[in-house]
């Protein structure tokens, strides 16, 4: 049996709680690095696999082998 690598990704979403003098200010700490969120849900039915980045993937190891 070999192990190969699977690119995949998935969407989850959270809150955050930011200080702010205005709506439009914490969405500005929020987009400017602020820490995501640590108490995430998983958004149902958004698990993919990212078919070209597992093709490079598969491409890259072989040429390693």
Request: charged share 35%.
């Amino acid at each position: 049996m070999k192990i190969y690598r699977i690119a995949c990704e998935w969407a989850v979403y959270g809150t955050m709680h930011i200080e702010a003098e205005s709506l439009k200010e914490a969405i500005q700490k929020a987009e400017d690095d602020y820490p995501l969120p640590t108490d995430s849900e998983y958004i149902d039915d958004s698990f993919k696999v990212c078919d070209d980045v597992t093709q490079y993937l598969f491409r890259e190891d072989h040429c390693q082998e």
